[in-house]
């Protein structure tokens, strides 16, 4: 009937099932309508197709291939009147394998259906408060086998204005500050930091290059856990000039994750922030070397049967991956998610053009993207409130319950940081020598934490000023609220203009990166 060829097809179109789920009915009806597609459309004609079903399983009656109180049930089933939308699933998925096929093979691919049609519900529930240009790509795949389980290359395939088409899966994007996590793991691997090392947030240049945090805002002296969780720039990149980019690059590469680098420009520090550029399908396989403990393995979309097993590939030794794994555990959820349930990371890219978020339990690894596919802008684009919301809900649409991460492997140092071993208290750059003799501490001494200034009356609204300090190792920077305003003279003290009334945080930090904080109000 019409356009329809073959009996599957019918059987999809006309009962939204495959050929061998059909009934006795359904399948008398797919019988009798090929003697006659016009007369019996069903569209059209569907009396006429009853009629001809019955006079079928008549005849099988006859024939004793079924019983008569059979036949009797089998009729008293309806004809369908209307087509039903034929099953879609995975198209870029579909694509990808094809293109590579030879016509008339069979195609197998490792993607869990009933998870695929749920995270593309998923996406195309979500796309519509995000914009009429952004799309969502979401990658599903299994820990321990490297097999895909789902694969949404974006919210619709026929959207021709958010080119759906597009496989944003594969497309190669800015990754923001999605490689923190990797960075950190070598460091944990070399020994030059602990999860409890302390690690200073604050302003510094690596050349002509100084990082700023995304708020604009420092925080001082921070616990290298809570760097990682909060994904403070300044100490990133520290890590990365101690680690090496280069040798974060190799590592990458050695793992699986493909770098697009401008052509002839080797890695810099920069790319520990962004700049260089991944793809979903690279990102999230090799964040599944996080809960495998440190080794990726290749993704499997399709099943071959030449395939035989594939090798593992080094991320990071056991205890790094570990460390990483709990620390990204305590990353603070999206608004109204539980905490501590799934380890995950967010990014996002330069001028707000992508937003990221890929996590992982014991079991499964999922990675998110949101964007426009044309790479333009999208103000207010954020990974932590864009993607990392859909993240948490492709979890649940899993339908298992989260499993937990492997535990700690032998060897793996648990200790807060006062019983660390003297040189992992605190990271210090390359060169800088480790010393226990002690310095007298920093210390504000005015104004005192908590107090109320009157500094009303001056040209510019508010008179200026004066902060005491005490010890420390000079060069002494001054910051408020988190903005640097320049350095302490040799007197130790030091006028600032307040920004305004209300509450106002006073930072002063040393060479050595110890750091004194004083809460105060201007009025």
């Known amino acids: ?34 003697q006659s597609p016009e007369r019996r459309r069903l569209d059209r004609h569907p009396e006429a197709a009853r009629k001809a079903r019955d006079r ?21 089933e309806p004809v369908p009147r209307w087509r039903q939308r034929m099953p879609f699933l995975a198209p870029h998925a579909a694509d990808q394998a094809a293109s590579g096929a030879d016509a008339g093979q069979m195609i ?46 974006s919210a619709d395939y026929f959207d021709v204005r958010r080119a759906g088409q597009v496989d944003m899966v594969r497309a190669v994007r800015s990754p923001g500050s999605t490689l923190k996590p990797f960075i950190y793991g070598l460091a944990f691997e070399d020994g030059v930091v602990h999860p409890e090392s302390l690690i200073e947030d604050r302003p510094v240049r690596f050349g002509s290059y100084a990082p700023e945090n995304f708020d604009m805002t420092f925080q001082g002296t921070v616990a290298v856990r809570k760097a990682l ?11 990365l000039d101690r680690v090496g980019a280069a040798r974060l690059s190799a590592r990458l590469r ?15 520090l920069a790319m520990g922030l962004g700049g260089v550029g991944v793809s979903l399908r690279d990102l999230v396989q090799t964040y599944a070397g996080i809960p495998r403990l440190g080794s990726t393995i290749a993704l499997r ?3 071959r049967n030449d395939q035989g097993s594939r090798e593992a590939l080094r991320l990071m030794d056991q205890v790094a991956a570990w460390q990483v794994g709990h620390v990204l555990l305590g990353t603070p959820p999206p608004e109204n998610a539980a905490a501590n349930r799934i380890a995950f990371k967010t990014g996002t890219s330069y001028g707000y053009r992508d937003a990221w978020s890929v996590g992982f339990d014991g079991r499964i690894t999922i990675g ?11 103000p207010g684009l954020l990974g932590r409130t864009a993607a990392a919301p859909i993240l948490f809900d492709a979890f649940a649409r899993t339908g298992s319950l989260i499993a937990p991460l492997p535990r700690p492997p032998r060897g793996t140092l648990l200790a807060a940081n006062p019983r660390l071993p003297l040189p992992l208290r605190r990271f210090r750059p390359a060169g800088e020598l480790v010393s226990d003799a002690g310095q007298r501490s ?45 350095e302490i003279g040799s007197r130790r003290q030091k006028l600032i203009q307040p920004p305004g009334p209300g509450f106002v945080r006073l930072t002063v930090m040393d060479a050595t990166g110890a750091a004194d904080t004083v809460m105060v109000r201007i009025q």
């Open 108 to 153: 197998r691919l490792t993607l869990d259906a009933g998870l695929q049609q749920r995270l593309e519900q998923l996406a195309r529930e979500r796309v519509d408060a995000l914009g009429p240009d952004v799309s969502i790509g979401i990658l599903a795949v299994d820990n321990e086998s490297g097999d895909v389980l789902a694969h949404v290359g």
């Open 229 to 239: 969780q909060l994904s403070l720039n300044v100490p990133a990149v520290a890590l």
């Open 56 to 76: 079928v399983l008549q005849r099988m009656v006859d024939q004793g291939q079924i019983s008569e109180e059979d036949a009797s049930r089998a009729r008293a």
């Open 254 to 268: 050695q793992a699986g994750l493909n770098l697009a680098l401008p052509k002839e420009e080797a890695p810099g």
């Open 368 to 378: 998110v993207w949101v964007g426009r596919p044309d790479g333009a802008p999208v």
């Open 301 to 303: 979309e399709v099943m």
């Open 442 to 486: 920093i210390r504000i001494q005015f104004p005192l934490n908590g107090s109320r200034i009157d500094a009303s009356g001056g040209e510019a609204g508010f008179d200026s000023v004066p902060v005491k300090v005490a010890g420390g190792v000079p060069p002494l920077t001054m910051l408020v609220n988190g903005i640097a305003v320049g």
């Open 1 to 34: 009937g019409g356009n329809l060829e073959g009996i599957r097809a019918a059987s999809l179109a006309y009962f939204g099932k495959e050929t061998k789920r059909l009934t006795r009915a359904e399948a008398a009806l797919l019988v009798a309508l090929p």
